[in-house]
Structure formats: structure tokens, C-alpha cells
């Protein structure tokens, strides 16, 4: 059964931190890219940040570049989100997603599995 689960959410306070991680099932994982999303109430899952399978090709929303990193562990089966400087606006649910095609991209449509996401919450 394919499998793909968020954790690291919560709340913070702006300026902060929190890492995200995602751990998929290893069928779901290998030679996957994996990408990041967040969804607000009332609006179209976005995307954040996406990753290669080698790690060597990473991509990022215009609004989180320079603020989140994306990486990962392939022996973990493990991928991290890394938020640095949250601000209120970051808040959202938070999901993880693997494309099987191994395409690095910031097409919905191009991800087959998905977590059920986790709750990120920026208070200013």
C-alpha cells in the first residue's frame, strides 16, 4: 500500500523556524521527485518546493525562495522542508507529494501521491 505521511507541523511565532518532513513508502519513494504544497481555506493547493531523486535539482516558489530548503534522505525514505523566517502568510496545511515520473515540477497534476497534509500556524 502506498503510503506518504507529513509530521513537523505546528505553531510559531513570525521570524521563526519549523522543518516539515515526509516519509513515503519505499515503493512511493524510489526514483521519485518529491514535492512540497500548501493550501489556505478557500484556495488552490500552491506549490512550495520540489526536489530530484539525486537531491542535485531542487525548485521554489517565488514567495519561499531564500527562506525554505528542500532536501532529503533516500536511505530515510525521508523528505524535509526546512522553514526559516515564517511569516503570517506562510500559514496553511502543508502536503507532500511524490512524482513518479521523477520530474521536477510545479504541476500539481504531475504528483500521484499525496499525504493528508499537516497545519502550519504563523502568528504575528
Known amino acids: 500500500q502506498v503510503q506518504v505521511v507529513e509530521s513537523g507541523g505546528g505553531s510559531v511565532q513570525a521570524g521563526g523556524s519549523l522543518r516539515l518532513s515526509c516519509t513515503a513508502s519505499?515503493?512511493?519513494?524510489?526514483?521519485?521527485?518529491m514535492g512540497w504544497f500548501r493550501q489556505t481555506p478557500g484556495k488552490e493547493r500552491e506549490f512550495v518546493a520540489a526536489?530530484?531523486?539525486?537531491?542535485?535539482?531542487?525548485k521554489y516558489a517565488d514567495s519561499v525562495k531564500g527562506r525554505f530548503t528542500i532536501s532529503r534522505n533516500n536511505a530515510k525514505n525521508t523528505v524535509y522542508l526546512q522553514m526559516n523566517s515564517l511569516k503570517p502568510e506562510d500559514t496553511a496545511v502543508y502536503y507532500c507529494?511524490?512524482?513518479?515520473?521523477?520530474?521536477?515540477?510545479?504541476?500539481?497534476?504531475?504528483?500521484?501521491?499525496w499525504g493528508q497534509g499537516t497545519q502550519v500556524t504563523v502568528s504575528s
Open positions: 526536489i530530484s531523486w539525486s537531491g542535485l535539482i531542487t
Open positions: 507529494a511524490a512524482s513518479a515520473r521523477g520530474v521536477v515540477t510545479t504541476t500539481l497534476m504531475e504528483y500521484n501521491y
Open positions: 519505499g515503493h512511493t519513494f524510489t526514483g521519485s521527485a
